[in-house]
């Protein structure tokens, strides 16, 4: 594996090679000694030129595990802001010899545009890049829906028949395209709930369903309910009346998790907004996995970075993306 | 290219039952030990090996897998490859004697790596070695305690372990060079 750009790009196959390393990683994090010597002398960089804790210290952490040693480039207080290009900081990363580079960024698309412009040879991970992905995100997700479903007995499995219903502003979520493409890659069925306004204007290329009411798709009964931050960063236009009123439609309180069946999922990414799409008992309840996402991502980091990183420089037999 | 076969099922067979022998003799009994194979081949082995132990000396012994993959020195010199499970029993390996089973012993650098990784589960009181084929060429200064069959071989030779459990077919053979 060259660059992991997107979801949309892997192959089912692709898919479970790095959740099945990704159990593998995890296992090593139950022994004594964590650390694993497997990218000793290697560099990672993360490069984020947007505002993030837990995906940048979640990348820190799966290199450390790796002892691979990590730079921290933050846009804010660096040359960034003083209006150097991302040419120009990608290719001072690479003279200080950068093998890997994490990055997000506002705008869509930039991670592609830094692995295919030929201005740097490290691997390139997306760790979100505007409305567009956030692969490693979707990876732990799936990771972790498959580690409740089949725990010990997991490697090799994919989702087929798994009903995940994502919830909330579909529009502007990298999360949720992530997970619609790589969790029907994996064959589960996905259904969007989302307000009219915060859906895109053409959604019939995606493999999924949508919406608009929370409580018809709660009904059904599905294995795993995400729902995703309102991000009120982005809330600039009149998308919903108020908050109070997202929070009665579409927001999981403790009523609608009774609607679900008890060995479903409630799912959120983080940071979570608790009271806004998500009450605090709901947060908190034993079929809630966010936690296990934390964790998790952290395993599903180390097996990326550990793809990317090994292997000659070369396109193995996972084979050159798209 | 010419493909010669150098052990046969039984000549496989009777090699284990020496090594469980051998093990239980140099041991002084099953008393504190642990098997642990290399995946996969190794694995395969180990998981023989314990019941024989086992039945001459009338004890169930430990086995488990122990994966060297994220432990290699060689990661950046070929394909990415894939971890595989490693199973720890439960009683662990502190104080314990561990024998690693591996089907072949070459330039020695797995065998490192499992010493490594064998650091980051626990403390063990021994560590032994039991090779299934021993074919030469040691680039580290690694020896086999227990030895199926040493079977001298040029570098450019290939010794292919083939076992029913992962091959569906049960012998060792080597392939000379093109």
Do not use: C
């Amino acid at each position: 594996m060259r660059h992991l750009l997107d979801t949309r790009g892997l192959s089912r196959a692709q898919a479970l090679r790095i959740l099945d390393v990704a159990e593998d990683m995890a296992d090593t994090q139950s022994r004594e000694v964590k650390k694993l010597p497997t990218l000793r002398g290697k560099t990672v960089v993360n490069l984020f030129f947007e505002d993030s804790t837990r995906t940048r210290i979640s990348f820190e952490a799966a290199a450390k595990r790796l002892s691979a040693d990590v730079i921290n480039f933050a846009a804010k207080g660096s040359s960034v802001s003083k209006g150097e290009s991302l040419k120009d900081t990608a290719q001072t990363l690479e003279a200080m010899g950068a093998d890997a580079v994490v990055v997000r960024h506002s705008a869509s698309g930039a991670p592609r545009t830094l692995a295919t412009s030929g201005w740097i040879s490290a691997g390139v991970v997306n760790a979100g890049d505007g409305t567009h992905e956030h692969p490693t995100q979707a990876l732990l997700d799936a990771f972790t829906i498959r580690k409740r479903r089949f725990g010990a007995d997991s490697r090799s499995r994919g989702l087929d028949g798994v009903r995940v219903v994502i919830v909330g502003d579909v529009l502007h979520s990298r999360v949720a395209r992530s997970n619609l493409w790589l969790l029907s890659t994996l064959g589960a069925e996905v259904t969007l709930v989302t307000p009219p306004t915060l859906i895109p204007q053409d959604v019939r290329a995606w493999p999924a369903r949508v919406l608009y009411d929370l409580d018809e798709a709660l009904a059904e009964g599905p294995e795993a309910v995400m729902m995703l931050r309102i991000q009120l960063e982005r809330m600039n236009a009149a998308f919903f009346p108020s908050e109070r009123e997202y929070s009665r439609r579409w927001g999981l309180d403790s009523a609608r998790v009774e609607m679900l069946p008890g060995d479903s999922l409630v799912m959120h990414p983080g940071p979570m907004n608790r009271g806004l799409e998500i009450s605090a008992d709901a947060a908190d309840s034993p079929r809630s996995t966010v936690l296990e996402q934390v964790a998790n991502g952290v395993s599903v980091r180390m097996a990326v970075l550990y793809l990317l990183l090994t292997g000659e420089r070369m396109d193995d037999e996972m084979g050159e993306k798209r | 290219m010419s493909t010669r076969i150098v052990l046969h099922e039984a000549d496989i067979t009777r090699a284990l039952t020496r090594i469980a022998h051998e093990i239980l003799e140099s041991n002084r009994g099953a008393e504190n030990l642990v098997l642990l194979g290399i995946p996969t081949r190794g694995a395969t082995l180990a998981e023989r090996l314990a019941p024989i132990i086992g039945s001459i000396a009338q004890v169930e012994v430990p086995v488990g897998a122990l994966d060297v993959t994220l432990f290699r020195d060689d990661l950046a010199r070929n394909p990415t490859r894939s971890p595989q499970p490693t199973h720890i029993p439960d009683g662990g390996i502190d104080g314990r004697t561990v024998v690693l089973v591996d089907d072949v012993l070459f330039s020695g650098r797995s065998i490192r790596a499992a010493l490594d990784a064998l650091q980051a589960v626990g403390r063990p009181a021994a560590v032994r070695l039991a090779i299934l084929v021993d074919r030469g060429h040691r680039e580290l200064p690694i020896r086999p305690d227990f030895v199926g069959k040493n079977i001298p071989s040029s570098r450019q030779e290939r010794v292919n372990v083939r076992l029913r459990e992962v091959d569906g077919e049960e012998l060792v053979s080597i392939e000379e060079a093109r």
